[in-house]
């Protein structure tokens, strides 16, 4: 990593057993969180693609990376942050250490740590924090999957059956005609924006229905929420209704819709 070494001031996490590898993940993002609020979103520079890139993003990277290694040794991590491994084996840690990056800058609090499993293309463990609410979504399989907010005890969640008035979210950052005329379509009369991962938890916690993306993401920014969603009854699919898969060449997602129970 190039700078100053953010890494927090805390006894490194011993690796746990396979049981309690949800959890040992879970206090990680929220660790890296918390290498997010130490940074002030000053200083924003901007990557290859123009993407903007803060001390923030480069901060939890370096909290969670280093971590997963000692985790899991032998597990494959890919990080937007860093040059990808070649991927040999069907396992491999996908990571979004700032999903939000221009949420962040903007201050309004919708960016999210994302941390996933990923095992034979699907996404089986994932964590998303979200930091500025000390608000943490995480799952470890179906019907396993939860929230909880600061130290307060986890609470189950689950995606419901999409009501007469259903809610939609749309992004906060990229907004398109293609989602319009989709969200149109499927008569949808409330929309509501939000930035991030944060979409995908709110449709798995019941409180949203559908979220529909024609916009281009990376496998890093849905990983962790697909998790959330899947474990909580929903689903991720690509629009012609195939399961969204993970480890595709260069990382790069179609177009998809995101959706509560059937």
């Known amino acids: 990593m190039r700078g100053t ?23 990680l993002a929220i660790r890296a969180g918390a290498a997010i609020l130490a940074v002030a979103p000053t200083t924003v520079r901007r990557k290859a693609d ?42 491999f840690w996908l990571v979004d250490p700032l999903d939000g990056t221009k949420e962040f800058i903007a201050g309004n609090g919708e960016y999210t740590v994302n941390i996933a499993l990923i095992e034979h293309g699907a996404p089986t463990l994932g964590v998303v924090h979200v ?20 130290d307060g005890a986890p ?4 995606a419901r059956q999409r009501p007469i008035q259903a809610i939609a979210l749309a992004s906060r950052s990229h907004g398109d005609p293609a989602t319009a005329a989709f969200l149109a379509r499927e008569g949808i009369s409330e929309i509501r924006r939000a930035g991030s991962a944060l979409k995908f938890c709110l449709i798995a916690a019941g409180e949203a229905d559908l979220y529909p993306r024609f916009t281009p993401t990376m496998e890093w920014d849905t990983a962790a929420g697909h998790a959330v969603l899947a474990a909580a009854g929903g689903s991720l699919s690509t629009v012609d209704g195939r399961p969204l898969t993970y480890g595709k060449p260069g990382f790069r997602n179609p177009d998809f819709i995101a959706r509560g129970r059937p």
């Open 5 to 27: 070494d953010f890494r927090l001031n805390v006894p490194p996490i011993r690796p746990p057993a396979p049981t309690t590898l949800i959890l040992a993940i879970r206090d």
């Open 50 to 91: 123009q993407s903007p890139l803060t001390l923030a993003d480069e901060a939890s990277d370096a909290v969670i990376v280093p971590a997963l290694a000692g985790l899991t040794p032998d597990i494959p991590i890919v990080s937007e942050e860093r040059t990808p491994p070649v991927l040999s084996g069907p396992r």
């Open 131 to 150: 930091p500025s609410l000390g608000q943490t979504y995480y799952a470890a399989g179906p019907g396993q999957v939860f929230r909880v907010t600061g």
């Open 155 to 158: 609470v189950a969640i689950a």
